[in-house]
């Protein structure tokens, strides 16, 4: 079906595909995480090359901070979370990072043929500062200890990382800290919401 899709979305002159897999695709790294007929990592490499084939680049998406119930909800990583919920991973847990970065490294891998960015979400981290190891530090602290990790290990790699913007509209002085190639990726959340992009600076937007 994805190849199909891909095929139908080059005919239209699309070359550039956001995929954000969560537990549609079954992590070698990540037991238990993939749901019943996940793609596989062989497959991960046919659609790569397919993509490629078409002059599609996939951006590929992993989110590191919230939005992930697919795989907090499960027994074994549920000493990740941000307090006892399982929408959040909690930012100084180090195996936090450790396991966000083997995904990461491991679609990478899969996806060999596109080199350029990477998404890592880090939107919407609304449990900031509920667990033990958080409360000693304010909320923006937390938050860029996790995302520079993440962002920091991307750059290394060669990758131009994409990041969603909102959470600068709570910590707008954080945005100083976060590397200038970073790309950051506006969310209008309704028509008439007043975002105003002037504290992004000399951070690329898009």
Known sequence: RLLDDFRRLAYYKVNLVLLELEDKYDYRCAPEVGVPGAYTFEQLRTLSRHAAALGIEIIPKVQCFAHVDYLLKIPRYRHLREGDHPYQYCPRNDEVFALWRAMATEVMEALAEHRGYFHIGADEADNLGSC???????????????????????????????????????????LDKIPRDVIMAHWQYQPDCYRSMSHFGNHKRE
């Not at 033990?132 to 991307?154: G, I, M």
């Open 132 to 174: 033990p190891r958080c409360t000693p530090y304010s909320k923006a602290d937390s938050y860029l200890f996790h995302v520079d990790r993440c962002l920091d290990f991307l750059i290394a790699r060669g990758r131009t990382p994409i990041m969603w913007d909102d959470m600068f509209e709570y910590y707008p002085d954080a």
